[in-house]
């Protein structure tokens, strides 16, 4: 059997990830989601610029908010949603970043800003968004998560969330939200009907196709609408069998 170059096996790999999520676009990340957003990822710019770029040509229906989620913990989630935040502040949008991952949040240490008022706070009603959201000094504009709730779930199931959005969307042209991963909490299915799309991002070292199915049909049948997939740690170097994730797209040929 002949052997696969790297670019055949990321055309297969796409096209086979298109097939999984019933025709949706699949984004391939040629690297590893390890390095602060500011910093940008070695070797991840023309990819984010990409994705971007895609977000913000969407004709028809437009992507104004989008929920970044993954199946499970590590998959590389919330380094993708900064630097995806990153790259399209730097393309002259106004991009508001949220960290709604209320039970785990990570966003204020990956942009090295402090966590004292947050989102939880908003929804509370304790404070204002415009007090409680910061801007990087690339002109990115982030809400940390704020101080941990006794009952997240509950807090994100709340009707402020919809006037929140509403409220968001009259100064920034994209709102982004970084969620817990779907396997861990009920969290993200309860903010997927009310953004416009769910990306979720996948990992090409862990995720196996059965998660990744199920991750796909729990946003849907919280009537969230999935765009696409990331696949986030692909590295072409390795043969096709190296990875798990590989593997399963073979099996649902």
């Known amino acids: 059997m002949a052997t696969e170059t790297p670019t055949t096996w990321i ?7 298109r097939r999984l999520l019933d025709a949706r676009p699949s984004w391939l990340f040629r690297g590893n989601s390890t390095r602060d957003a500011d910093d940008g990822i070695e070797g991840g710019t023309r990819f984010f610029q990409t994705l971007s770029a895609n977000l913000l040509l969407r004709a028809g229906d437009p992507c104004r908010t989008l929920l970044l989620t993954s199946p499970a913990p590590g998959d590389g989630k919330s380094t993708i949603s900064a630097n995806l935040a990153a790259h ?12 709604a991952d209320l039970r785990r949040p990570v966003l204020h240490r990956i942009f090295q800003l402090p966590n004292e008022l947050g989102f939880s706070d908003v929804l509370n009603g304790v404070v204002e968004p415009e007090k409680a959201i910061l801007e990087t000094s690339q002109g990115l504009h982030i809400l940390p998560s704020g101080p941990t709730p006794e009952e997240p779930t509950s807090l994100l199931g709340s009707d402020r969330i919809r006037d929140l959005l509403t409220h968001l969307s009259q100064t920034f042209g994209m709102i982004l939200f970084d969620a817990p991963p779907v396997f861990s909490a009920a969290d993200p299915t309860l903010l997927a009907p009310v953004v416009d799309w769910t990306l979720l991002v996948l990992s090409a070292g862990t995720t196996t196709v059965e998660e990744a199915k199920r991750a796909k049909e729990m946003v849907e049948a919280a009537r969230g609408r999935v765009l696409g997939s990331v696949l986030n740690n692909l590295d072409a170097r390795f043969a096709p069998d190296y990875y798990r994730y590989t593997n399963y797209y073979t099996q649902s040929t």
Do not use: A, I, K, P
């Open 88 to 99: 399209l502040t730097r393309q002259r949008t106004s991009v508001l970043l949220v960290d």
């Open 11 to 17: 055309e297969r790999v796409q096209t086979q990830s």
